[in-house]
């Protein structure tokens, strides 16, 4: 690759020659984009490859990425480095995907960057549908509906109910964004039981768990990656699952379904995506060499097993096919509650 740039940049300063000199160098100029796609197509990857994970260091993707990127460099010969880039629901880092060119940036989102992000703000940079190619469905889980059990009277979902219809504004929920489904299923459940809850967003599940155990926020729909330590101690309530059965880890936890809640049973989830264009081949090998990992190896799979997730690495259909009908789903719920972010 650099010695293509270089020559590139020679291009831009010809020396004074005859025409015909000048033509051959206009066409070398124009070689370097299409050498580049050649590169990054046929013998991909020859650079270090870059996975931006929208979420902080800590978060329960974390451990899983890292535990993977070994497997990936050995499969491929090549480095891969994860960036940690939280920020606006996971917008940021998909923002960062969508728009890199080297053929060598990847990112790993939590659901809402490929499938609400522009019902939420028409004005974003990318258009879901249109940016990414998925690569692999990496975990789905069950949120548990988390509440701190010292704010308000009772740990059951049937007494926040009651409590919040007493003192409307009065309670707070955490989300990890505008648009992703911790913040749409509450305001989806809000509005079916004319709630009064104050939305506070967080950057990412750790911070947000904190603050949930500390009293600053009450309720939220945790993964339990991040409640399990803050339930055990005794610091937080785990009052609902949102599976359609309780997780075995989990098995004194009733679901929403059970609680008859207004809303249909949901999930969190995990995706590798590439920027649109991404070779489907390559794609395809890289799922091969995840599914691999997480069935030999326990630190691919982050510890998220031992909590009840489903640890998957499926093919690309099979990411995009959830993220269609995820699409469908809560973008419904954004149109019809009318929610708008900027983020």
């Not at 399990?228 to 309530?237: C, D």
């Not at 991404?278 to 069935?295: E, G, K």
Request: proline share 8%; aromatic share 6%; hydrophobic share 45%.
């Amino acid at each position: 690759m650099t010695p293509i740039s270089a020559g590139a940049a020679s291009c831009r300063r010809p020396p004074v020659a005859l025409m015909s000199r000048r033509r051959v160098l206009a066409s070398l100029c124009a070689m370097p984009a299409l050498g580049s796609v050649s590169l990054a197509q046929g013998h991909w990857p020859n650079q270090t490859v870059r996975i931006l994970l929208g979420q902080p260091a800590g978060s329960a993707s974390d451990p899983m990425a890292r535990g993977l990127a070994p497997h990936l460099a050995a499969a491929f010969g090549q480095p891969f480095v994860i960036e940690n880039m939280p920020g606006a629901g996971g917008t940021a880092a998909a923002a960062a995907v969508a728009r890199a060119s080297d053929g060598h940036t990847l990112g790993i989102v939590l659901g809402g960057p490929t499938t609400t992000a522009k019902a939420m703000n028409p004005n974003l940079s990318y258009d879901p549908r249109t940016a990414f190619q998925p690569i692999s469905l990496l975990v789905r889980s069950s949120f548990v509906l988390t509440v701190h059990p010292a704010s308000f009277p009772g740990a059951r979902f049937a007494d926040i109910i009651d409590y919040a219809r007493a003192h409307p504004g009065r309670l707070s929920y955490a989300s990890i964004g505008p648009g992703t489904v911790t913040h749409l299923a509450m305001e989806e459940l809000k509005a079916a039981l004319g709630l009064d809850i104050v939305h506070v967003p967080y950057r990412g599940f750790p911070q947000a768990s904190l603050d949930l155990a500390a009293g600053r926020c009450q309720l939220m729909f945790n993964v339990a990656t991040a409640a399990a330590e803050h339930m055990a101690a005794g610091r937080l309530t785990g009052v609902a699952q949102t599976g359609p059965a309780r997780m075995s880890t989990l098995p004194d936890v009733p679901t929403l379904s059970e609680l008859k809640a207004p809303t249909a049973p949901f999930f969190g989830w995990s995706g590798l995506i590439a920027p649109a264009g991404f070779p489907d081949s390559s794609a395809r090998r890289i799922a091969a060499v995840i599914r691999a990992a997480f069935a030999a190896d326990p630190a691919a799979r982050g510890g998220l097993d031992r909590v009840g997730s489903e640890v998957l690495g499926t093919d690309p259909d099979e990411l995009q096919a959830l993220q269609d009908s995820e699409a469908t789903r809560w973008n419904a719920v954004i149109a019809r509650l009318g929610l708008r972010s900027t983020e």
